[in-house]
């Protein structure tokens, strides 16, 4: 993002739908131009930005910017002024209220990371209960995932698998029927998966894969500070770039072909990037 002459040239979601008729929009409570999120967002698609600077002062009580109760209520009440037999639309939201230093207008938990996190959720959960009244819900489909984990417990390692495992959830009145999805994926994969969904390409997607497609490798692969982590069926492996030695290896079994995997894709992003 903060190289746009590179971030420019990459494929995105925003840019694929907008090819098909949609219009895309990005809400975020806080700062939109941190890290130069706002030069990236435009130049992915989205040609509609609500950032902190949209907000009264009075609503703005985080240190990030305006709360998850303060923008998922703008979400909603956006939502419902849209004509539904309108353009279809894809609106990307990042919410801010779990983040450092967890600083919310909610006192259930005693941890502050976990007070933030079902802060968070009771907003989420207040945004679908009210969103489930709307006509577009039933045409709408609903995903959640997370941009970065937080360690917790603090003992758990930096490094390990655990720090980096996210949930993905989807819903909305399109979703056919309840499915539980259990093959590893990225971030990256939310791309491939459902733009086949819309019957629309994503070959384009280089680092994407189709969670829901049998025939294409089920891979997680994460990055840290000069190190990565690849995990597929066989087990996980962890690597240091540093010491050039794994960190984790379980089970042995596999254990070469999972680095030399995670190893070829770490290149392989770098040339990518090189190339741009």
Request: negative net charge; hydrophobic residues 35%.
């Amino acid at each position: 993002m903060k190289y746009p002459v590179k971030s420019q040239t990459l494929p995105s979601i925003a840019k694929s739908l907008n090819k098909e008729g949609y219009t895309a929009d990005m809400l975020y409570g806080g700062d939109i131009n941190f890290t130069n999120m706002q030069s990236y967002f435009y130049s992915s698609g989205y040609s509609k930005i609500t950032a902190d600077r949209d907000f009264p002062l009075s609503s703005r009580l985080s240190k990030w910017g305006a709360n998850d109760d303060i923008t998922f209520s703008h979400l909603y009440e956006d939502i419902k002024q849209r004509p539904v037999d309108g353009k279809p639309w894809l609106s990307t939201f990042l919410t801010l209220s779990s983040h450092e230093p967890f600083e919310v207008p909610f006192h259930h938990l005693e941890h502050p990371y976990l007070n933030s996190v079902a802060f968070t959720d009771s907003c989420i959960g207040n945004f679908i209960d009210t969103f489930k009244e709307l006509p577009a819900w039933k045409n709408t489909v609903v995903i959640f995932v997370s941009d970065h984990g937080y360690r917790y417990p603090e003992n758990m390692q930096e490094y390990g698998p655990l720090r980096f495992h996210i949930p993905m959830l989807w819903l909305g009145g399109a979703i056919k029927e309840p499915r539980v999805i259990a093959n590893y994926g990225n971030q990256t994969d939310l791309a491939a998966t459902l733009l086949y969904q819309l019957d629309l390409p994503h070959k384009e997607f280089t680092f994407s894969n189709n969670m829901v497609d049998s025939l294409q490798p089920a891979y997680a692969f994460y990055s840290y500070n000069n190190g990565f982590g690849f995990i597929d069926t066989t087990g996980v492996s962890v690597y240091d770039c540093e010491s050039e030695k794994p960190l984790i290896i379980k089970p042995e079994a596999g254990n070469e072909i999972r680095l030399n995997n995670g190893k070829a894709l770490l290149q392989t992003l770098y040339d990518d990037l090189g190339s741009r």
